[in-house]
């Protein structure tokens, strides 16, 4: 899952991004309004953590931007401002939860796993299909309650399918949301995780669909057309 961060403090926005990085998430970094606004409109995350004061553009009016231009993924606010007013107008602009600055790192990615999950249509907090099991707490997926051995890159597109189970992802979409935009990207190298997942799970888990990319179907479940 690829977050953006938006955070102008040096030493506290390196340290989520050490935090986010270290639960597997893909983590893109802005420390300033007018670049987070440009890339909250043309980069396809799954999730932004924005703090209200900065530079250039304050993080309600870069939100307000995000929301007005229909961009829909979830928002997580971080704000020294500790009072229910300035929580109520955050809310109002289109943030989906708030956390006050100080915070333990271990509620941020709780919050985070909630939105994430919830984005995605799931209510409890491992997602399950057949016999995999993805618990984000730990960032490990189960196979028959035995710990699969991945690489990052493979957890990160199996998680992605898992996130999205019966619904067709697109090498282009699995692409854009397994590596940070720094990346040196290639899309051809998603059929080289498929092949190796399908090594390490039951094949038949993966479907490849004509001119779409790849479906996660779980027994028992109606796939989305």
């Known amino acids: 899952m690829r977050l953006l961060l938006v955070e102008d403090e040096p030493l506290l926005s390196a340290q989520l991004k050490d935090v986010l990085q270290k639960a ?27 703090d209200l004061g900065l530079p250039g553009r304050d993080g309600l009016s870069v939100l307000r931007a995000w929301r007005q231009a229909n961009r829909s ?12 007013h300035d929580k109520v107008v955050g809310i109002d602009a289109g943030a989906d939860d708030y956390l006050t600055k100080p915070f333990h790192s271990e509620e941020l990615l709780a919050r985070v796993r909630a939105l994430l999950r919830r984005a995605a249509g799931h209510a409890s907090a491992d997602i399950c299909c057949g016999p995999l099991r993805l618990d984000p707490r730990q960032a490990r997926i189960w196979l028959d309650d035995a710990p699969l051995e991945l690489t990052s890159h493979e957890y990160r597109v199996l998680a992605y399918l898992m996130m999205h189970r019966g619904e067709a992802v697109s090498r282009t979409e699995l692409t854009e949301h397994i590596y940070a935009q720094d990346f040196d990207r290639d899309s051809n190298t998603i059929e080289v995780f498929i092949a190796r997942l399908r090594r390490k799970i039951p094949a038949h888990l993966i479907q490849t669909l004509r001119g779409l990319g790849y479906r996660l179907a779980c027994p028992g479940e109606t796939s989305a057309p």
């Open 73 to 84: 993924m979830p928002v997580l606010i971080l704000t020294a401002r500790d009072n229910w």
């Open 24 to 50: 597997s998430y893909v983590v893109d970094v802005v420390h300033d309004g007018i670049e987070a606004e440009y890339q909250g409109l043309h980069e396809p995350y799954d999730l932004a953590v924005l």
